[in-house]
């Protein structure tokens, strides 16, 4: 931390960084790299960035441009710019895209940061628009190249391309720069006063090849020879004492014959037309592959090798698991042909499948092992694609034929690796007693142990090879590590099985909800299936779900308005002023009527409304909640004889009843105002009723198809008849209404037969324990019963999934009733239910449960719901419209104080269902 700190100060000072209070909209991650010089690199990690980044498209100066400007050339200078890219400044708005995020706070890059993909083709150009007036220099990304033909016009040279780098604040690297050379080592290739032939570096992995011991070995070196056939003349005629020992029944014997072969072979895979010449306008595939003791990597343009490089694996790498080989053998390709890859975009080839999905992941996904060594390639373009390992001919045939050793740069590449995994141990959040009993656990984990092995041994090709119960594993595989004894995902632990539950517990302790639950368990644990189970234990927490916030809202369902008026008409009673009222409204016309009621009861409630519909016709559906007045007996007969579809809102949910409610507060905001003035609330109707909404005609157009004369005078013209209709403004709105509804709204899962739930029988109650008993027909609607066998329609809305009980139920609540028990079948219990709970009936109406007890269910089933004919004509809608609140219980005891009706029918402790004697059936319980 300090050292970063200091890196960061020392930018600042110097005016390439600088610190950000200001919201930006992009962050980056910082990525310090190490130097080989020991310092640190301070870089940022722009994968994201660079998907939005457009490429300036600058050619390079090719190999046959750069050997014809360095004809007759004897003496060379290669400079090497220092922080290259820092001396392009950034825009504010490209600054502020360069944000990152320290430890110490954000900065952003003032200059031009390593990373960005468009970075090195930008300072190509700066840096060849620069010298393009100096003679005998040729700028190539970072490096500079002067050449003359004697010593005395290099001098010259030199100065003026150091007057220019001055002039223009370009710092060069002493130590990298090299002066008066007699070749020099460019773009690969070696160039002398005699001309340019390849870099004999970058052929030396085949040169020392060794020759193959087995049939094995000679089989996979005759098999990237054969990859790179076309380009070697006589081929079929230089292997042939090599195909003789292929033969089926051949003893492998290897004599001199076969040895000039190899020898014959291997100088044609060094030199032209096999080896090609780097083009640097054509893109680059990067081939690797790393087998048990080494690892091999090959640059190739349009299929010919451009370069090869191999070596021997440490003891340590050799104990590292395939993933991380394979992940070495990248930043070891990369590294050592970094005058190749560097500066452009290069196609990776691997035959791990797994580092393809890792490179497109976040960093922080990264196993901690892996992190270091993605860091160290952060600054290459670099795309990974799969290829099989057979047709890795070439990387495959290197990586197991090696005789080099390591290099020092990939010694310090592994003390970064142990460096770096140590700080992430540190950094886990997590105490040293809890780490070790998590050690332990894994340790005796026999699920855990198997993965270890598989994370260190490399996991099988397909899942069908996988263990059943590894299979959850799978999907992630190539995120998981091992350190210190500790399965981690990414930086998550992974939790032995043991330990479960108790971490479950201590994510829950204060009570926090489910999702909050998962937040805190993402950001430090991890098990399959760990989101099911915080659900699981959330819902079987019993004070979680007793005082549980009521569910999110659900969807619009609109009713279906057919282009008919008084076609579906919804009725609704409402009290003010200590006087009821009876308010009916038009679902398409939007017209309101109301008649006053003498009393509450059925039959005055049916009387209005065979007024109301002598005077504009009998609806075909009519829309009411569930008082008392509308699931009578009567009511029901009313509506058989005058053929309309009764539709019953749910109990407790007065929304899907809306239209009616906002015609019962359109009613009493009208009635309230013009008695405050006294003025006529008739005249107050008549204008609701000829005032146009904003996207529709007033409700009388709709209805008569014409104006209705009142007090303000109008043309004679417009009360004459006139047809309107609504249009296509009137559904927009609709469907506006919808989308805002929708905004804040989620569908709840369904429920099922026999679940258990916990529901609300009140609406400002507790959440009670029951059991899911019918699906109705009609939307969101359920029958559900308590633990006394009680029964309540509720919408889904006040319904709660229940998780099974991880204990079994008192044995000492000898009223608890399996609900699974009762006698009945489903489809013979009434739509509508009542909470008998919630009636207090009087001792007049009082049936007493022994003596109902005594009759048999079987021979009253038939006399326990309504009429067939009615029952059919009778149903429920549950959706719901944002025209009402839910409603206030009245508190006049006529209407029961609550929009349900007591059932006839009672339930007894054994499940049997009895029905009220037909001499108390025109009396009803009443609160």
Known sequence: MPELRRELDHMEAIGV?????????????????????????????????????????????????????????????????????????????????????????????????????????????????????????????????????????????????????????????????????????????????????????????????????????????????????????????????????????????????????????????????????????????????????????????????????????????????????????????????????????????????????????????????????????????????YKPGKLLFIADTLSRSCADTVEPKMKQLHDNIICHVKLQRDCLPISNVQLKRIQIATASDEILKMVITYVKQGWPKNIKDVNKDLRNYWTFRDELGVLDGIVLKSNLIVIPESLRTEMMQNIHQGHAGLNTCKMRARSCIFWPELNNDLELFVKQCKPCMKYHINLQKEPLIHHSIEQIPWYKVGIDICTLNNKDYLVFMDYYTKFIEVCKLDNLTSDCVIVNCKSIFGRHGIPSFVVTDCGTQFTSEKFKEFAFYYKFEHIKSSPKHSQSNGLSESGVKIFKNILRKCNEDGSDPYLGLLNYRNTPKPYMPSPAQLLYSRNLNSLIPVPRSTLKPKLFYCDSKYYNHLNSVKKNYDKCAKELPQLKLHQEVYFKKTLDSNWQKGKIIKNCTEPRSYLVADSEGKIYRRNRKYILERAPDSSPDTKNNCRTTKVKNHNFAVDDIPDIVLDNSMCQPSAKYVIQEPSLEKIVCGSNMATQASPARSRERSRSLDSSTNNANLPTPSSRTSRGGLNEQCSNDKITRSGRVVTKPTRFKDFVDIG
């Open 17 to 385: 960084i600088e610190k950000v209070d200001k919201p930006t909209k992009w962050v980056n991650n910082i990525v310090p790299v190490r130097k080989t010089n020991g310092k640190l690199r301070i870089c940022i990690d722009p994968r994201a960035l660079n998907k939005y980044i457009l490429q300036p498209k600058y050619q390079l100066p090719t190999l046959d441009e750069i050997k014809s400007r360095m004809k007759n050339a004897k003496v060379f200078a290669l400079l090497d710019a220092s922080n290259g890219f820092w001396m392009l400044n950034l825009n504010e708005e490209s600054s502020d895209l360069c944000t990152f995020i320290t430890p110490f706070g954000r900065y952003r890059f003032k200059r031009l940061p390593f990373g960005i993909s468009s970075a090195p083709e930008e300072f190509s150009r700066i840096i060849n628009q620069m010298f393009e007036n100096v003679e005998g220099v040729i700028p190539y990304i970072d490096d500079i190249c002067v050449y003359a033909q004697s010593v005395e016009e290099l001098n010259d040279r030199l100065r003026k391309v150091l007057q220019i780098a001055l002039k223009n604040c370009l710092k060069l690297n002493e130590s990298k720069c090299k002066f008066f050379m007699s070749e020099l080592l460019f773009v690969g290739h070696k160039f002398t006063e005699k001309g340019v032939s390849p870099d004999p570096g970058k052929v030396q992995a085949v040169v020392k090849m060794e020759h193959p011991k087995c049939k094995k070995d000679l089989e996979r070196f005759l098999g990237m020879c054969n990859y790179l056939s076309r380009f070697i003349p006589n081929y079929s005629k230089l292997i042939e004492p090599l195909r003789i020992l292929m033969k089926k029944d051949t003893v492998f014997t290897w004599d001199s014959n076969q040895e000039h072969a190899v020898e014959r072979l291997k100088e044609a895979l060094c030199k032209s037309p096999c080896l090609a010449f780097f083009n640097t306008n054509q893109e680059i595939v990067l081939s690797v592959d790393s087998s048990s003791t080494a690892m091999g990597a090959v640059v190739l343009q349009n299929g010919k090798p451009i370069a090869y490089a191999s070596r021997a694996l440490t003891s340590t790498e050799q104990r590292y698991c395939q993933l991380e080989k394979e992940m070495l053998a990248i930043y070891f390709g990369c590294h050592k042909m970094h005058q190749y890859t560097y500066g452009r975009k290069v196609h990776v080839e691997t035959d791990h499948r797994p580092l393809e999905s890792l490179f497109k992941k976040p960093l922080y996904k990264v196993p901690a092992r892996l992190q270091r060594m993605m860091l160290a390639v952060q600054g290459y373009n670099l795309h990974v694609n």
